[in-house]
């Protein structure tokens, strides 16, 4: 197939990390996004979490305030985040597992286990002109869900791979990647948006690069670390250069 055109969103909740461990207002999230957005991100992405440990209430109407590229709104599937996204009405919706106790998303949401209480979730959230997104592993059943709940994306949780490969256990690195193939595959023939994210970097993001379904890459934690030794502008183009190099624009 001809593969579609690669988008690359930048998630930014880390440089409010760095913010929240010392108080106030520095570094800002929102300078970063409008640093992201100069040096060629699609896209923002903002995890507003239970537990506000990154990304804060104001960050979001912030970012919805003052950056020109659509804001992706990851969030738990809970009653005041629905109410949040409701208000603010964020050109994406991306709904994501969420354990107070973890330090990051450990996997994809299980859309087909909670799937009657998910599609009255998303219904008013389509309904406001949000794109809804749902953040799942590279499985049949829980994309197959998530087409019937009314997402328009999924996006492939691509972190076993990358931990795999960043243990050099390439075995199990290939095996990760043949169902991200193989779910990107069902999930385009399904007529769902593909993106994926988690966990990837400069070594890695070549081999979800080069899936030809998937249109967007989400990817924070390694930009903004790479950021403090090359600074973000340089980080993302390199990135950016990265994805180009294996899928070159123009192609679709």
Same mark, same amino acid.
């Given at each position: 197939?001809?593969?579609?055109?690669?988008?690359?969103?930048?998630?930014?909740?880390?440089?409010?990390?760095?913010?929240?461990?010392?108080?106030?207002?520095?570094? /800002?999230?929102?300078?970063?996004?409008?640093?992201?957005?100069?040096?060629?991100?699609?896209?923002?992405?903002?995890?507003?979490?239970?537990?506000?440990?990154?990304?804060?209430?104001?960050?979001?109407?912030?970012?919805?305030?003052?950056?020109?590229?659509?804001?992706?709104?990851?969030?738990?599937?809970?009653?005041?985040?629905?109410?949040?996204?409701?208000?603010?009405?964020?050109?994406?919706?991306?709904?994501?597992?969420?354990?107070?106790?973890?330090?990051?998303?450990?996997?994809?949401?299980?859309?087909?286990?909670?799937?009657?209480?998910?599609?009255?979730?998303?219904?008013?959230?389509?309904?406001?002109?949000?794109?809804?997104?749902?953040?799942?592993?590279?499985?049949?059943?829980?994309?197959?869900? /998530?087409?019937?709940?009314?997402?328009?994306?999924?996006?492939?949780?691509?972190?076993?791979?990358?931990?795999?490969?960043?243990?050099?256990?390439?075995?199990?690195?290939?095996?990760?990647?043949?169902?991200?193939?193989?779910?990107?595959?069902?999930?385009?023939?399904?007529?769902?948006?593909?993106?994926?994210?988690?966990?990837?970097?400069?070594?890695?993001?070549?081999?979800?690069?080069?899936?030809?379904?998937?249109?967007?890459?989400?990817?924070?934690?390694?930009?903004?670390?790479?950021?403090?030794?090359?600074?973000?502008?340089?980080?993302?183009?390199?990135?950016?250069?990265?994805?180009?190099?294996?899928?070159?624009?123009?192609?679709?």
């Amino acid at each position: 197939m001809t593969a579609h055109p690669l988008r690359l969103g930048v998630n930014i909740d880390h440089v409010a990390t760095i913010r929240n461990a010392r108080g106030g207002d520095a570094p /800002s999230p929102v300078r970063a996004a409008q640093m992201a957005e100069a040096a060629g991100a699609d896209g923002i992405t903002a995890h507003l979490r239970e537990d506000r440990r990154h990304i804060r209430d104001e960050d979001i109407a912030n970012l919805m305030a003052h950056i020109s590229v659509p804001l992706n709104f990851e969030m738990a599937a809970t009653d005041e985040m629905q109410a949040i996204a409701l208000r603010h009405k964020p050109h994406a919706v991306c709904l994501v597992p969420e354990r107070r106790e973890e330090r990051t998303t450990e996997g994809g949401l299980g859309v087909a286990e909670d799937e009657a209480r998910l599609a009255r979730f998303v219904a008013p959230l389509i309904e406001c002109g949000c794109r809804v997104s749902m953040f799942v592993e590279a499985d049949r059943a829980q994309i197959e869900a /998530s087409k019937r709940i009314g997402a328009a994306v999924v996006e492939l949780h691509t972190g076993a791979l990358c931990e795999a490969h960043l243990a050099g256990e390439f075995d199990a690195r290939d095996r990760h990647l043949a169902r991200i193939t193989e779910g990107a595959r069902i999930a385009d023939e399904m007529g769902l948006e593909v993106h994926a994210g988690h966990g990837l970097d400069f070594e890695t993001t070549p081999l979800v690069a080069a899936l030809p379904q998937v249109v967007e890459l989400n990817i924070g934690h390694f930009l903004i670390g790479e950021a403090i030794f090359t600074g973000l502008p340089d980080a993302i183009a390199r990135m950016r250069a990265v994805m180009d190099d294996t899928r070159p624009p123009g192609t679709a």
